[in-house]
């Protein structure tokens, strides 16, 4: 995966008066944990965080006021819920080498066997731990030809090289469910087929 650099400032001023001035001037405020260190705060580009932020599990190399380099990765972020702008963003300490537990996105690929089934994400994303550095973006499962009552199960997916599951293997990630067919409510058939011999 790639790292992307981004520089960060030491915030010393804290509560919503400051996070507004924060905000109005284009950064984000963030917290920077982990490693049993004391948390740093500080506040990042906003446009850069943004663009970082689009790729999971972002392995980020934050310059600090050019005085220290760490290397974070996103654990929690924070989004005005009507304009979608970064409020808040937590950020773990990593280091390289280092296993970190985190949650990697379910693609699907292929068709269901014929005969109308729906395809139900059990969960969308999967626990794994990977060496920080090497987070995968994601998984891909094949579908393919499976039937109404198929699951596939955790240890079913195939993981990349040094990725292990931080889930219960046997855990159900996707299942085919038969589509549900509405059958006609009480008292219409009969309803219609007395309709039918008054009108003769």
């Known amino acids: 995966m790639s790292e992307v650099k981004i520089s960060a400032q030491l915030r010393s001023e804290f509560g919503k008066g400051a996070a507004r001035r924060v905000r109005r001037a284009n950064l984000v405020p963030g917290v920077i944990y982990g490693h049993g260190q004391d948390p740093k705060h500080v506040t990042l580009p906003g446009h850069e ?110 993981l990349p090289k040094g990725t292990t599951l931080a889930i219960d293997e046997d855990a159900v990630v996707l299942q085919v469910v038969a589509a549900q067919v509405e059958a006609p409510a009480e008292g219409e058939g009969e309803a219609e087929g007395e309709a039918a011999e008054a009108a003769e």
């Open 49 to 158: 965080l943004l663009l970082a932020l689009r790729t999971p599990n972002v392995l980020i190399s934050l310059d600090i006021e050019g005085d220290s380099t760490e290397l974070v990765i996103p654990k929690a972020v924070q989004r005005d819920p009507l304009k979608g702008f970064l409020e808040h963003v937590d950020l773990l300490a990593v280091k390289r080498g280092e296993k970190v537990t985190v949650e990697i996105v379910v693609s699907t690929e292929g068709e269901l066997a014929p005969g109308g089934n729906l395809l139900e994400h059990v969960l969308n994303t999967l626990p794994v731990e990977a060496e920080a550095t090497h987070i995968p973006d994601g998984v891909t499962v094949s579908v393919e030809g499976l039937e109404a009552g198929a699951s596939v199960l955790a240890k079913d997916i195939p």
